[in-house]
């Protein structure tokens, strides 16, 4: 039997510049796992195999950044098996966790015993939401207290205290003043491109979502770091906002009501917002996108609460089954009625990430419904796909609240 150390191939989801949930693929040894070992600077930490599943071809391995310094430090990851030991090599990384919420994320974390790196996938139940210190401000009693005060500083105007008071008590905000008509323009276009060249295999008339366009579209891209959206997104988290992803919509999705929570799961909770740009008119029948004001209130839904197991694959049967089933039952329970969103071109819509939310069907097919939505997390909250497991990638704009 090999005792030696072998290499083992190693993607980060974060190279180089690292903050929040950072996660390391290996393929996994075929004589199974006997210990992980996380090498930080040359110091072995163990890493938890409490979760891992048997069987899965990947070992997925998550570090909670904020548990070491901020700084340059060499990470290497050990694998013992029966095979011997595999090593992914040294790689050093710059880790960055600024900010009060960091700090406060950090002191729960630790306060918790949540172990510094652990494999399998990410999961709610890890973390200990009721915390009700982490809260953001727009979830506790005081929060009109906390407009109030922006506005007595002269940090917002008074358009912008009345979207925020709205946001605490329908869970959603018109931003004041919307997009600018040129860049309608370009998005247009862009999305027009993508539509001409078969953008992920798109096929005009599909409820098919496009995903990632700020990648490849500079006007996407535009939309994704608005100035102006970052800013209000900024004032509801009390940290700068960092985007995550983009979709976008040429026709209604026709999605079931949900929240986003299950989706894009933000630790501490609330930390996560829903951006909606209308990049035309919203006509009825198009699918338009539907709200349930006040919705935001409801208990979060999380696997580990529902007894749903994590989804692999496009296999999303049992998450319907128990999770779409249970957000059914609250939104009656609850008798809450849904708001047609007929957007105009420009409006941007945030909600909140608990808000429910979903597409209506598509009575009119021949009507578009082109759209873009991201989603922003708060600098200093984890971000992690509790439906999944898999861990979120934020960027970093360096933007200030």
């Known amino acids: 039997m090999f005792f030696g150390k072998t290499s083992v191939g190693v993607e980060w989801s974060q190279p180089g510049r690292a903050h929040g949930l950072l996660r390391a693929t290996l393929m996994r040894p075929a004589q199974g796992v006997e210990a992980i070992d996380l090498l930080v600077d040359g110091k072995a930490h163990p890493v938890d195999l409490s979760a891992l599943p048997a069987g ?57 015993g949540v172990p510094l790196a652990y494999a399998g996938p990410c999961d709610a139940g890890r973390y200990d939401y009721d915390d009700a210190s982490l809260r953001p401000w727009f979830d506790r009693e005081d929060a009109d207290a906390h407009v109030q005060a922006l506005l007595d500083a002269g940090r917002i105007d008074a358009g912008e205290a009345e979207a925020l008071r709205g946001f605490v008590r329908d869970g959603y905000l018109l931003l004041p003043g919307g997009l600018d008509d040129a860049l309608v323009d370009r998005a247009l276009e862009a ?32 939309l994704w770091l608005q100035p102006r959206i970052l800013r209000m997104l900024g004032l509801l988290f009390d940290e700068p906002a960092q985007p995550c992803q983009s979709l976008g919509y040429v026709f209604g999705s026709q999605q ?21 740009m209308a990049l035309e008119d919203v006509q009825p029948g198009s699918g338009e996108l539907v709200v349930y004001p006040g919705s935001h209130r409801l208990p979060r839904v999380r696997m580990h609460d529902s007894g749903c197991a994590k989804v692999e694959g496009p296999d999303w049967s049992g998450f319907g ?26 409006s941007v819509l945030i909600w909140h990430e608990n808000l429910m939310h979903a597409g209506s069907v598509r009575r009119d097919p021949s009507l578009s419904r082109r759209s873009v939505v991201t989603h922003h997390f708060a600098r200093g909250s984890l971000a992690f796909y509790d439906s999944t497991g898999l861990a979120g990638i934020t960027h970093d704009t360096g933007a200030a609240a």
């Open 191 to 222: 999305m027009q491109k993508a539509v001409d060249e078969g953008y992920q295999g798109y096929r005009y008339g599909d409820s098919t979502r496009l995903e990632q366009m700020h990648n490849v579209f500079p006007a996407i891209r535009e």
């Open 256 to 276: 079931d009501a949900h929240q986003d929570t299950i989706h894009l799961t933000p630790f501490p909770a609330g930390y996560m917002c829903g951006v909606w």
């Open 56 to 112: 899965a071809a990947t070992l997925p391995v998550n570090i909670h950044t904020m548990l070491l310094g901020d700084g340059r430090h060499t990470l290497e990851l050990v694998v013992r098996s029966a095979q011997g030991r595999q090593s992914t090599g040294a790689h050093d990384f710059e880790l960055a966790n600024p900010g009060a919420l960091a700090a406060r994320v950090r002191a729960s974390l630790a306060g918790r």
């Open 321 to 346: 089954a128990t999770v779409v089933r249970r957000w059914g039952e609250l939104l009656e329970a609850g008798g809450f009625q849904p708001m047609p969103y007929l957007a105009k071109r420009g």
